[in-house]
C-alpha cells in the first residue's frame, strides 16, 4: 500500500509559478512510477504529467508541455510539479498519483486527496 499526500497548491495570478509537492509514504513508494492530474469543476480529470521511477523519462500533456516539469527525488520519497506561465485554465483540483507513467488515469493504483489551484486573470 502506498500513501500520497499533496501540497503547494494555492491562488496566483495568471503568468505566476506554483510547486505541487506529492509526499509517498509506504512499502517500495519510490519504486513506481508517478503521475500528476487535474480535474476542474464539471470536467473529467484529465493527464498532466508523469515520470518513471528512474525519473530519466518524462511525459507531458500537450496543454502544459514547455510550461510545467515534473521530477522526483527517490530519496526524499516525493514527487514535484513544478508550474510556470500559469493560465486560469490551468485552475483544477491536482492530484498526484502512483503505479504508472501512463495518461490514462485507471492505469494508475494509488492516489492523493488532491490539492487545489486557482489562476486568477
Known amino acids: 500500500q502506498v500513501q500520497l499526500v499533496e501540497s503547494g497548491g494555492g491562488l496566483v495570478q495568471a503568468g505566476g509559478s506554483l510547486r505541487l509537492s506529492c509526499a509517498a509514504s509506504?512499502?517500495?513508494?519510490?519504486?513506481?512510477?508517478m503521475g500528476w492530474f487535474r480535474q476542474a469543476p464539471g470536467k473529467e480529470r484529465e493527464f498532466v504529467a508523469a515520470?518513471?521511477?528512474?525519473?530519466?523519462?518524462?511525459y507531458y500533456a500537450a496543454s502544459v508541455k514547455g510550461r510545467f516539469g515534473i521530477s522526483r527525488e527517490n530519496a526524499k520519497n516525493t514527487v514535484y510539479l513544478q508550474m510556470n506561465s500559469l493560465k486560469p485554465e490551468d485552475t483544477a483540483v491536482y492530484y498526484c498519483a502512483a503505479g504508472s507513467s501512463g495518461t490514462y488515469y485507471g492505469s494508475y493504483a494509488y492516489w492523493g486527496q488532491g490539492t487545489q489551484v486557482t489562476v486568477s486573470s
Open positions: 515520470i518513471t521511477w528512474s525519473g530519466n523519462s518524462t
Open positions: 509506504g512499502r517500495t513508494s519510490s519504486s513506481y512510477p
